[in-house]
Nanobody, 116 residues
């Protein structure tokens, strides 16, 4: 079955950096676009970034453009989100997501907290 497992979250000071990872299994990772979403307390889950199946095309939410970079390693079945210049408003649970055979799959999420 499809599994997505995120890691790399934690507590970081404003201006700091983190790299999130999402390891995928149960489907042919290299055939599918992947994305990162985030959900802050009391808000809806929103798209952060998306990458095409071959990694050649990316798109970002305006709030993270120039600070976050989405990438993937298809040989390792792993999706990444490099986050720099983090702000308190980036605090959220971050989820990776894919759409496979008519269903949306989510990971369990990883908490990112930006605070001094």
């Amino acid at each position: 079955q499809v599994q997505l497992v995120e890691s790399g979250g934690g507590l970081v000071q404003p201006g700091g950096s983190l790299r999130l990872s999402c390891t995928a299994s149960g489907f042919t990772f290299s055939n599918y676009a992947m994305s990162w979403y985030r959900q802050a307390p009391g808000t809806e889950r929103v798209l952060v970034a998306i990458v095409s199946s071959d990694g050649g095309s990316t798109n970002y939410a305006d709030s993270v453009k120039g600070r976050f970079t989405i990438s993937r390693d298809n040989a390792k079945n792993t999706l990444y989100l490099q986050m720099k210049s983090l702000k308190p408003e980036d605090t959220a649970v971050y989820y990776c997501r894919t759409y496979f055979q008519g269903r949306i799959y989510w990971g369990q999420g990883t908490q990112v907290t930006v605070s001094s």
